[in-house]
């Protein structure tokens, strides 16, 4: 029969599985496909002759032989560059295919152009069904899969739904992922999304180009009707610390050190994370230094006459030592980030600073001793241990550093970074990314500044890049084309406020001056950059966290007037004292906050008397109902304006940012008269208090409605009103 497009590519990964390859290749040529197919076996350095013997037994496949065991997606990367397929055929040796199954694999993929990868139904060696397909991992998933969990409860229904058991695998249906062994994958998704990532040695190589699929908009598809067997053997379900499993672990690790939302959020504080790592090495080489050098001292007993106390005796001494040392570490800068320093530079640098702390803590603590006059410190013991001290702080920085090195080479801790543009530059930029993995980026692909652009990797274009840096995970966003990106980064960051991600615009040096962008090199190319707290001082966990701690001090304070007017509106001789007040808010309509009222003159009787006298003294009393929204999350103390009205692109970001923050007891229109800022128009305001945000300027804001309101008072009204 004659064969025709599409041309079928078949790739094997093989490695000491020449039995299994053998069988594998003779079940293909068995039930080969009506497409025109190559074959291509790449080998991974194997000992058991299998290139040989495909070679021999099978003469018109291609096989391409690695020096080293490169990893499993690393072979199959090289077998799709060295492929000429519209599709390819991902199998691993163990498979056997039945007749049809390659046709109708390509069939379903032809018909479906936003199918990115098909699997077929696979087979256990007794006929059973496998479960290859699965929902994407969950903390809850691992704990089933990967501890003793899962036997104590084989069926959880977070097992099933994983494995996707309560479904009879006998349909068609598009699914999270499924496992590598078997994958029929489109070259133009590849182009689109990129090959295997190979930081995956074995394992999670398939999760991740599925995950990564999915996020493009492809699609991935269970085919029922296509039928292969699979000797699937699990070596990583054996022994706890088998060689597989360790494997399997990193690889699991790597998945969610790309992917995790927690671990997204948590790396924008990457900075936080390596001082309090490198506060705790210092500690520890602080508390060995002084260990060692009374291990010294005390080897030394016989040259000195004084005696040598017990260990135990130094340790209130040594909590000063601590505190000393670390004062002097801070002092001289040594916790400062010494810029493109590593290896030798940085041990001398660290060793230079440690010298100098090492001399203002010795001069601290040796006055420290004369003036206590106290026997048990010895001077000897503390001379030894500051002549230790710099040269172990410098060692065990460069421990510190070399560890983090070593994560890095292994790719682990990697900016996902997005390359605005599509011109050479862009390119050249983003294959440096992906040659040297040690600047510490992972390139996620590229985006188009016009919807006409197209190209390999190109994501979409800079309308999509908010969706795209939450879709991605994506921290860092480089602009290198050659249109004026200000609207843009300034829109992205406002859209962006509660994403951990920081731009960066390659500019010429004319532009340099432009505010609020930082100015610094970034390969070589003059940058400007943008923190996504650049263009917003808005924080709302910062801000709900200060309006709790206010809110909480205030009612204890208020706690004896709202006692009282509690014991007023029990007394029953009175209407309520408590009203609800229609409050304004941003995004439309009103909320409403309760608030006591002042009772009129005849009402009441002696109680009402007494309230009236009690909210005559204390004005701002009438609130006090209002600070326990403030602590329950239904208000702030201070709130955008709810009076915004203009239209526009750029304006309505912020419109939209506004919406989002809660109601405030008063907003920031309501002290517009104070000269505290530089606007008068409402919109003008909230975008002035969006980007100034602090605590500051809401204690600022709460101490002038506070002013404000006792001046009402004193002019003859009250905080509380009348009905």
Not at 120 to 144: A, E, H, M
Not at 203 to 232: I, L, N, P, Q, S
Not at 310 to 334: A, D, E, I, K, Q
Request: net charge positive.
């Amino acid at each position: 029969m004659e064969r025709s497009a599409p041309r079928l590519s078949i790739i094997l990964v093989t490695h000491n599985t020449c039995d299994d390859a053998l069988a594998c290749i003779r079940s293909i040529e068995e039930n080969a496909s009506i497409y025109e197919t190559e074959i291509i076996v790449v080998d991974n350095a194997s000992v058991d002759g299998g290139p040989e013997e495909v070679a021999r037994h099978f003469p018109h496949v291609r096989v391409i032989e690695n020096d080293t065991n490169a990893g499993y997606s690393r072979g199959v990367n090289r077998g799709i560059r060295e492929s000429a397929g519209e599709f390819f055929l991902i199998l691993n040796p163990d498979i056997l295919v039945h007749e049809g199954a390659l046709d109708r694999l390509v069939e379903h993929a032809a018909a479906n152009s936003d199918v990115a990868i098909v699997g077929p139904k696979l087979l256990n060696r007794d006929g059973t069904v496998q479960y290859s397909c699965r929902r994407f991992y969950t903390i809850r998933t691992f704990l089933y899969r990967r501890t003793p969990l899962g036997r104590f409860f084989p069926d959880s229904p977070v097992l099933r739904d994983h494995l996707m058991l309560d479904w009879d695998h006998e349909t068609n249906r598009d699914v999270d992922w499924m496992l590598g062994a078997c994958l029929l994958v489109r070259r133009s998704a590849v182009d689109d999304v990129g090959l295997m990532d190979e930081r995956f040695f074995l394992y999670f190589e398939d999760v991740d180009w599925c995950y990564r699929m999915k996020a493009h908009g492809w699609r991935v598809v269970y085919v029922a009707d296509a039928t292969m067997t699979h000797a699937h053997r699990r070596e990583s379900a054996g022994p706890v610390w088998n060689r597989r499993t360790l494997m399997h672990l990193a690889s699991l690790l790597r998945f969610y050190d790309k992917w995790s939302r927690f671990l997204y959020r948590l790396k924008s504080r990457r900075h936080v994370a390596r001082f309090l790592f490198a506060l705790v090495t210092d500690l520890v080489v602080i508390n060995a230094s002084f260990a060692l050098a009374y291990g010294i001292r005390y080897l030394l007993g016989t040259v000195f006459p004084n005696p040598l106390f017990p260990f135990h005796t130094y340790l209130r001494f040594l909590s000063f030592v601590n505190l000393t040392t670390v004062s002097s570490l801070f002092f001289v800068g040594f916790y400062a980030r010494a810029a493109g320093a590593g290896g030798a530079g940085l041990v001398t640098d660290r060793f230079i600073r440690a010298l100098r702390a090492a001399g203002v803590a010795y001069l601290v603590v040796t006055a420290a001793t004369f003036l206590t006059q106290s026997r048990i410190y010895s001077r000897i013991l503390v001379t030894i241990y500051f002549v230790l001290l710099p040269f172990l702080l410098a060692w065990g920085r460069y421990l510190l550093h070399s560890a983090y090195r070593a994560l890095r080479r292994g790719a682990y801790d990697l900016r996902r970074a997005i390359v605005v543009g599509n011109d050479e530059m862009a390119r050249r930029v983003g294959e440096q990314f992906r040659a040297f993995p040690r600047i510490g980026y992972d390139l996620v692909g590229y985006v188009a500044e016009n919807a006409g652009d197209k190209g390999a990797g190109v994501l979409g274009t800079t309308a999509d890049l908010p969706r795209l840096v939450r879709e991605h995970r994506v921290s860092d966003v480089l602009f290198v084309g050659g249109g004026d990106p200000l609207p843009i980064v300034s829109t992205l960051l406002v859209r962006l406020a509660d994403a951990p991600v920081t731009v960066r615009v390659v500019s010429d040096l004319s532009a340099i001056t432009l505010a609020r962008g930082k100015t610094e090199e970034f390969l070589n190319l003059p940058v400007l950059r943008f923190d996504r707290r650049s263009l917003l001082g808005y924080r709302p966990g910062m801000k709900r966290f200060a309006d709790f701690v206010i809110a909480l001090f205030a009612s204890v304070i208020t706690l004896p007037v709202a006692a009282v007017a509690l014991l007023l509106l029990l007394a029953g001789r009175i209407r309520p004292l408590l009203r609800p007040i229609d409050v304004p808010v941003f995004r439309g309509g009103s909320v409403r906050r309760p608030r006591f009222r002042v009772p009129p003159p005849g009402e009441g009787g002696v109680p009402g008397a007494l309230a009236r006298r009690l909210f005559t003294a204390f004005p701002l009393a009438a609130a006090i109902p209002s600070l326990y929204t403030v602590l329950s999350g239904r208000f702030s103390f201070v709130g955008p304006s709810p009076h915004a009205t203009e239209e526009g692109r750029f304006l309505d970001e912020w419109q939209r940012l506004a919406a989002t923050a809660r109601p405030g007891l008063c907003d920031v229109g309501a002290v517009s008269e104070h000269r505290w800022v530089p606007f008068r128009d409402p919109l003008g305001l909230n975008v002035y208090y969006m980007q100034q945000w602090t605590v500051g300027l809401d204690l600022q804001i709460i101490i002038r409605e506070l002013i404000r309101s006792f001046r009402k008072s004193g002019n003859g009204g009250t905080a509380a009103g009348h009905e």
